[in-house]
């Protein structure tokens, strides 16, 4: 599929959703509202098809979601290995534990973003929803009410275009723009960061996922698309700003030396002129997640550490439970919706916190995983227990909800808070 040209402009003066932002937690946003019927424009600053900084790693509850979109197939015939076991390493301590198999969750997979965001493009656009690449989302306006009424967008050599919405969902990532003009409210911050130096290398077939530690270093093997496999070198940020600001390749050699030879090894296998990625690290959030006329999902309303591996899962079970609240259109569906999204970031954020301060010893290090992989079995349960979203048959009549009512009023006010990216 071609990528949109800077020249596209929507084509419609006003729809029932816009989402700015289109990478996981937006695509995937888009095509469930689409796929309920609702009129959705998804706007990205960035190509069709480009790559971001991520783990890759999707957890069960992104695989059973996946599968149950019909996603999963395609994900696997796009060339992304099935992950059938996963192996902890503690030091010198081994602990692997096979993945069980169903027809639903034949196993894990790790997609690169390269894959997985754009099958959720494609899909959200077969689904009837229009999606804009390279084109930015420059403000947000509201009526004299303070409510949300849509975005405006703006272009190089191009006058700015309003485009109106019943409901503007920011999924726009850890610095959104959505958040700022909304001036969504910090619910609660993390106490601690980690840096990450992401880098791939080759492969064999077959090769499961590695999780290792050691005192005050981590690091992640993730076999992906293309025969290559993600390898993460992860340190306290602290420490990062000591030994790697004169060069993260050298600095994160030493570290997956120091964890394993073998991984190391495996590392060293990647062409000289590969580039890496660092992540620095920045505190995880929990943000208020929904006002008038607005929501946010993925890490524009909750981020935690990446050394979980659970971001693009947060990003797709928010997803679905935010299309279920604004199907329904209610002011009961969004509280529960927000509520349900807080009790299970809270222990997210929890567990991740507790990972990402490498304050643990490799003994208790163990019941730190079993304590979130309970969390995630618990995930698993709540999402296999839903039903897919719909639209209500039926508008409430005693709340004027964010979607499908309230056609914006002739005043218009420019901005609600004047904030700028």
Known sequence: M?????MASPRRGHYDAIIVGARCAGAATAMLLARAGL????????????????????????????WRWGLLEPLLKAGTPL??????????????????????????????????DRILVDAARKAGAEVLHEMAVGDLFADTRGRVRGIEIRAAGRSSLRVGADIVVGADGVGSLVAK?????????GAVSAAHVYGYAPVEPGAGYHWYFRDRIAGSFIPTNDGLACIVA??????????????HARARMDVLEALSPALAEQAARAPKDARLQAFRGVPGYIRQAHGPGWALVGDAG????????????????????????????????????QRQRDMVANQILDTTDAIAGFDWTLDDLGERHRRFSGVLKAEVQVLAGQPMPVRRASKPSTYRAPANQDRPPADLSHNRTGARP
């Open 39 to 66: 009129k959705v424009l998804a706007i990205d600053r960035r190509p069709y098809g480009s790559d971001t900084l991520s783990t890759h790693a999707l957890m069960r509850p992104a695989v059973l979601q996946l």
């Open 2 to 6: 071609a990528t949109i040209s800077l």
């Open 302 to 337: 909750f981020f935690r550490d990446p050394i979980t591996s659970h971001g693009i899962s947060d990003a797709l079970r928010d997803a679905e439970t935010l299309a279920r609240a604004i199907l329904d259109g209610s002011e009961a569906a969004f509280a529960i919706w």
């Open 234 to 247: 992860s340190v306290p940020t602290g420490l990062f700003d000591q030994r790697f600001r004169l060069g």
């Open 181 to 189: 003009c909304v001036d969504a409210q910090p619910l609660r911050r």
């Open 83 to 116: 992950i059938e076991t996963t192996t902890f390493h503690y030091g010198d301590k081994e602990i692997t534990i096979p993945l069980a198999s169903g027809s639903e969750l034949p196993g894990l997979i790790a997609p690169r973003r390269t894959v997985l």
